[in-house]
């Protein structure tokens, strides 16, 4: 049986290892012995995918990767968009869909960044990565404007993108970090996902 394949685009150097770690982890929580394959995700500066033409190239180029079969995951942060995700996500996805009706797509955007998820689940992370053993998360996360710095200036060495956000997303509370609704609907998008790919996949 050929493996569920999933390719994502994203903004930041950090999802580039951080969102690969979280759709299997989404995956593990449907079946402990469902590993889908997570192609290297492509790295688009969200300043760009807004522009006409610049989404679907990149779209084009995921299910090429793809090979015409598989799911595709656009995950950016909105602090980057400046957007609303209710209004901009539909937008963006219908745009994706239309490049190509053919591959089952998903938008995600983050309000405000992938790193509001992790503070949302704060307390999971005490005494991770040199974070404080008694960590507590912020009342209202979605309203912090610089989660990492939030991040940063909770760890002696400081917040490293690239080392601690992969680090974390492997470890941070799932289930406490869906009281985000950003978070819960990234969840279900890729759970979805992954079910109806492996649906394809095994009829």
Known sequence: MTSVRVSAIVEGHGECEAVPILIRRVALEIDPGFVPR???PMRVHASRLVKQGELERAVEFAARKLQGSGGILILLDCDVLGCCPARTGP???ARARAARPDMMTS????KREFETWLLTAAESLSGKRGLPDSLVGPTDPESIRDAKGWLSGRKPQGYAETADQPAL???FDMQAARRADS???CYREIGNMLRQL???ESA
């Not at 938008?107 to 983050?110: D, E, F, H, I, P």
């Open 198 to 200: 492996r649906g394809i």
């Open 91 to 93: 937008e963006l996805l």
């Open 38 to 40: 997570v192609l290297p």
């Open 107 to 110: 938008v995600v955007l983050a």
């Open 169 to 171: 997303t492997a470890v």
């Open 183 to 185: 978070f819960d609907k």
